[in-house]
C-alpha cells in the first residue's frame, strides 16, 4: 500500500469517527475506530511482505543457458531463471528476450530480468549479444536433432571452456589368460588417451524485416526456432559424421575411421550390400556396445540399397517399422534416416558410448539494424566441439573396391 494513501484514508476516518462522536452516536464511533485499526494493520503487514520481497530481489542467481543434458565434473548446477518473480509479478525471460528481439519496448519488469539474464549488461544499442531462452535453445536443438538422430544420439555434455576427457585405447599386457603353475601372473598394462575439445566456431545469420517484427511474439519465436534449428541443426549434423577435425570443424566420425591405419573398423561393399557385408560390419562392433546399436543411413540409402537386402532364402533383412525416429529394423536394430550420412555410406554403432559432443558456450544472437532497408539482421553465434571416444564403438559399410580390415 502507498504511503501517502494509507495517511490519507487514515485521516478520512479519523474525521469521521470525531464527528460521529460529536453527534453522540457511540456505536459508529467504534465501528470508525475498528476499520483505523484495521487499516494500520494492514499498513503494517504490507511493509512487511515489501521487506520480504525486497530481500528476494537482491538474492543473484547463477543462470544456465546451455543445452545441457549431462552432468560432468567440472561443469556448473545452475538455476534456470526464466521464470523469475519481480515486483509480484511472473516475468518470462523469453518473452522479454523475444520483445528485444522484436525491437519492442520493454516494461520495468521485462527490462530488469533480461539484464540479471544477460550478466546486468545495459543494452542500448542494436547490435549487443543476447543469450537465446533455454527453451528456446532446446526449441533449436530438438529440431535439429529431428533430422539428425546420430547428433541426438551422441552423448552431450555443457563445460565451458575445454573439456577434457580420457579414454581407453588398450590392454597392451596383461589380459586375462591361463597359466601354468610355476608362472606369475602379469600387471595389466592400460594404454589411456586424452579427447580434447576445445570449441570450434558456429554461426547463422537470419536476416527479418522490421515488418515481419511486427508479428506476435509466439509466431517470432516459432519462425525463429523454425529456422535456426534447420540450419544450424544441418551444420550441426553433419559436422559430428564429416567434420574435418581441423581449427575449423569439429571431428567427425568418419573422419576419424578413415584416417586409422588400415581402416579397420570400415567394411567396403561394391555395387550392392550383401548379407555377409552386413554381418561382418556388425561384427566390427565391440561385444559391450551391441545392446545400443543403431544403425544410420540417409533416405536414399535406406530405400535404394538396405531396404533390398535379403537373405540365402530371399527373405528381406529391413523390417519397415515407423517410430516416432526410426523407420525399420535389421537384425532387431533400429534403422534410422539421417541426412548427415554422406550417400553409400552406412553407419552401425552405438553413439552414445562411443562419441562425444560439448557446447563449449552457449548460443548468443546478435542484433544489427539496417535502417534504410528496414531489415534486422540476427546472428546466431556459439562455440561446439566432437570428437570420437571409442572407435571400436562403430563400423561403417562404404561403398569401394575391397575389403576392410577385420579386426
Given amino acids: ?21 460529536g453527534e453522540q452516536k457511540i456505536e459508529e464511533s467504534e465501528e470508525k475506530m ?11 503487514q504490507a511493509k512487511a511482505k ?24 567440472g561443469g556448473k548446477e545452475m538455476a534456470n531463471l526464466d521464470n523469475t518473480n519481480y515486483a509480484g509479478e511472473q516475468v518470462d525471460y523469453k518473452t522479454a528476450w523475444a520483445k528485444h528481439m522484436m525491437n519492442q ?24 549479444s543476447t543469450l537465446i531462452p533455454e527453451t528456446v535453445a532446446q526449441g533449436i536443438f530438438q529440431k535439429a536433432q529431428e533430422q539428425y538422430p546420430f547428433l541426438e544420439a551422441v552423448k552431450k555434455f555443457a563445460v565451458e571452456g575445454h573439456l577434457t576427457l580420457n579414454k581407453h585405447d588398450a590392454v597392451k599386457s596383461g589380459d586375462a589368460k591361463f597359466y601354468d603353475e610355476d608362472t606369475e601372473t602379469e600387471l595389466e598394462e592400460n594404454q589411456f588417451g586424452t579427447l580434447n575439445l576445445t570449441g570450434k566456431e558456429i554461426s547463422k545469420a537470419v536476416q527479418v524485416s522490421w515488418k515481419l517484427q511486427t508479428m506476435s511474439i509466439q509466431n517470432f519465436m516459432n519462425f525463429l526456432t523454425d529456422e535456426l534449428g534447420r540450419r544450424v541443426g544441418m ?30 573398423q570400415i ?31 540417409n533416405n536414399a540409402t535406406v530405400w535404394n540399397q538396405l531396404a533390398n537386402i535379403t537373405d540365402g532364402n530371399g527373405r528381406p533383412l529391413f523390417i519397415p517399422e515407423p517410430s516416432e525416429s526410426s523407420i525399420g529394423r535389421i537384425f532387431g536394430k533400429r534403422v534410422f534416416a539421417d541426412a548427415g550420412v554422406p550417400d553409400n555410406y552406412i553407419i552401425i554403432g552405438s553413439a552414445k558410448d562411443g ?18 532497408k528496414r531489415t534486422t539482421d540476427m546472428v546466431a553465434y556459439s562455440i561446439v566441439d566432437s570428437g570420437v571416444l571409442d572407435s571400436q564403438a562403430f563400423s561403417v559399410l562404404k561403398k569401394g573396391s575391397g575389403g576392410g580390415g577385420k579386426s
Fill in 105 to 128: 519496448t520493454l516494461n520495468e519488469q521485462e527490462q530488469q530480468v533480461f539484464n540479471e539474464m544477460n550478466n546486468a549488461y545495459t543494452h542500448d544499442t542494436g547490435n549487443t
Fill in 50 to 73: 515489501q521487506a520480504d520481497l525486497n530481500a528476494l530481489k537482491d538474492n543473484e542467481q547463477v543462470v544456465n543457458f546451455d543445452n545441457k543434458t549431462e552432468n560432468v565434473k
Fill in 355 to 372: 562419441m562425444v559432443f560439448n557446447t563449449n558456450r552457449p548460443f548468443e544472437i546478435v542484433t544489427e539494424q539496417h535502417a534504410r
Fill in 1 to 21: 500500500m502507498d504511503y501517502n494513501n494509507y495517511i490519507e484514508q487514515r485521516n478520512q476516518l479519523m474525521n469521521e469517527a470525531e464527528q460521529l462522536i
Fill in 267 to 297: 567394411t567396403k561393399y561394391t555395387d550392392e550390400i550383401t548379407y555377409q557385408d552386413v554381418t561382418n560390419a556388425i561384427s566390427k562392433v565391440h561385444s559391450t556396445y551391441l545392446n545400443d546399436v543403431g544403425i544410420y543411413a
Fill in 34 to 44: 475498528n476499520e483505523v485499526k484495521q487499516l494500520d494493520d494492514n499498513y503494517e
Fill in 235 to 264: 551444420a550441426l549434423g553433419t559436422a559430428v559424421i564429416n567434420g574435418k577435425g581441423d581449427e575449423t570443424e569439429p571431428e567427425g566420425l568418419l573422419t576419424k575411421l578413415e584416417a586409422e591405419s588400415k581402416t579397420p
